[in-house]
């Protein structure tokens, strides 16, 4: 039996979701779900999580199972739940291919919308992160998620490493990926990732704010 990844769109559409209040004192930590670092989280003081908005990485195994077990994923999510809360949050994924099969108690279907499945079960404020580098596939499961709770979605932007093709800008690539999974401009989140900065790198301030001037 093969699990139908389509979900009930929300059909009252309410104000859009604002996991990051505006200002420039609040910081989008990225963490693992693993066991330290969501404990740091569990364990972060009210002051902490009123300038904090945890982007959070389930991580795959370095050899996935031919699929994941519901009951796995399903512990995945009630970890990240127990420490989050209800706080409001970003879910991407890492290692671990959106397609692939999760065995749940309705059947098979992809293991990211299992993972949202059971986020919104467990009442989670989270919105799903999308990234340019998805394929037409993985945007239609945040498509699918994005429309149901209602929560819009988290651009993930390489800053320093996207390619643009000739006849491609910066506005029209973030369109086209927002427009696959039916959202609109302010129902996103733009979060721009820098990636892992080695100490040889040259990094100039001001590129970075060219850059970021450019995207808005």
């Known amino acids: ?30 963490v693992q779900n693993k066991a330290g670092e969501l404990n740091a989280l569990r364990n972060a003081a009210p002051e902490t999580w009123a300038r904090l908005t945890p982007l959070v990485e389930f991580v795959g195994r370095r050899k996935p199972p031919e699929a994941y077990m519901g009951e796995t994923v399903s512990q995945w999510v009630k970890r990240v739940a127990d420490a989050v809360g209800q706080h409001p949050c970003f879910l991407d994924i890492l290692r671990l291919r959106a397609g692939h099969p999760a065995t749940t108690r309705d059947g098979i279907c992809s293991v990211l919308s299992a993972i949202h499945a059971a986020a919104r079960k467990r009442h989670l404020s989270c919105v ?3 990234r340019l580098s998805d394929l037409q596939a993985e945007r239609g499961l945040i498509r699918d998620t994005a429309l149901c ?6 651009l993930r932007y390489p800053l320093l490493t996207v390619a643009l093709t000739d006849g491609q800008t910066l506005d029209s ?10 959202v609109e401009v302010s129902g996103a989140d733009l979060l721009l990732d820098l990636g892992f900065l080695s100490p040889e790198q040259d990094i100039r301030s001001e590129d970075v704010a060219r850059s970021v001037d450019e995207l808005v």
């Not at 039996?1 to 930590?29: C, K, R």
């Not at 690539?173 to 039916?182: S, T």
């Open 1 to 30: 039996m093969i699990a139908n990844d389509t979900v009930q769109p929300t059909l009252d559409q309410p104000e859009w979701f604002v996991p990051v209040p505006l200002g420039s004192h609040h910081y989008v930590a990225v």
């Open 128 to 130: 799903p992160v999308l």
């Open 149 to 154: 709770d209602g929560r819009g979605v988290a």
């Open 173 to 182: 690539v973030i369109k086209e990926a927002l427009a696959a999974v039916q």
